[in-house]
């Protein structure tokens, strides 16, 4: 099969990230708990994608140790508590200061490769970080001046980009083997399964809710995760990861815009200058490295 051309490739690209802007708007208009919405949207993804699982079951693939079985299920688990935590951030901070805050996964996957895998961590990568942790203090600080129930949403805003971080570490290991349908299914089906678990524990309302609900849940499965997603993985075969990852940047200034034309959400200063340095922090860090895609 021929490559597509690069306007085309641009395309998919700038597709993706338009859709994954539209993340936090399709959550913030349903009227239900983030459980639930978190869950619907990747049930309905995994419904999605089923029919092109099925269509490679004939497919020969690679057998598949215990260890990578089991990092399977931990990405799984992974996303799933990444969108619990990010999904819950939005009823409680702005879209902005949301989607800004969760993004900033590529820092965290620095310093836990740095951690836990001994990678070294570059001098731009460590000014990148500093700069980020600066651009949400000043965040932070205005976001302390509107409530308590706000710094709770950055706080899972924050512990949404710790997730996605060990979601991506997590996939560095068995991507390389991996069928891009394949492997995302089973991430999806895992993160679902154990969404419907915790909401069967923790929520007795999965069905009435209004039909607008309904749509958007719909809506949030179908634009940013298999549109959106999957546009950014197929681009990663004819970009670089940074390549990628500095365009997935554009879905913070994406949301704030549709915030503030449909919510009529405007950031104060401090939080568009936060904003703005937690994102130079994250295009510092990126450089050469290969975390990317954006979480919403």
């Known amino acids: 099969m021929s490559s597509p ?34 869950a619907y949207r990747l049930l309905i993804a995994s419904a999605i994608l089923l029919p092109f699982q099925l269509s ?7 057998i598949q140790t215990r260890k990578e079985n089991f990092l399977y299920f931990l990405a799984g688990v992974f ?6 935590s990010w999904v819950g951030s939005l009823r409680y901070t702005s879209v902005a200061s949301s989607v ?25 990568v460590i000014m990148g970080i500093l700069l980020a942790v600066l651009g949400g203090i000043l965040v932070a600080r205005a976001d302390a001046g509107i409530g308590h129930d706000t710094l709770k949403g950055d706080g899972l805003a924050l512990l ?24 995302v299914f089973r991430v999806y089906a895992t993160a679902a399964a154990v969404l419907t678990v915790l909401c069967l524990v923790t929520q007795s309302n999965w069905v009435h809710y209004s ?13 940013p995760q298999s549109i959106g997603h999957t546009s950014l993985n ?23 815009l549709l915030a ?14 936060g904003g703005v340095i937690i994102l130079i922090g994250i295009f510092l860090s990126i450089g050469k490295a290969q975390p990317m895609v954006a979480s919403s």
């Open 5 to 38: 051309t690069r306007a085309v490739s641009v395309a998919v690209l700038c597709l993706g990230i338009i859709a994954i802007s539209f993340g936090s708007i399709f959550v913030r208009l349903c009227q239900a708990p983030a459980l639930i919405i978190a």
């Open 56 to 62: 490679k079951s004939n497919l020969p693939n690679p």
């Open 79 to 84: 996303l799933a508590f990444h969108f619990a």
């Open 100 to 124: 800004v805050l969760v993004d900033t996964n590529p820092l965290f996957v620095a310093l836990f490769s740095w951690w836990f895998l001994r990678e070294r961590v570059s001098r731009r």
């Open 160 to 183: 949404g980009a710790m997730m996605m971080s060990g979601y991506m570490l997590v996939g560095r290991a068995i991507r390389a083997r991996a069928q891009l349908v394949g492997y």
């Open 211 to 223: 039909g607008s609900t309904f749509l958007f849940l719909a809506l949030s499965a179908l634009v």
């Open 234 to 256: 197929w681009a990663l075969r004819y970009f670089s990861a940074p390549r990628v990852a500095v365009c997935t940047l554009f879905e913070p200034v994406g949301a704030s």
């Open 260 to 273: 503030l034309w449909i919510f009529k959400e405007i950031p104060t200063l401090d939080k568009m200058l």
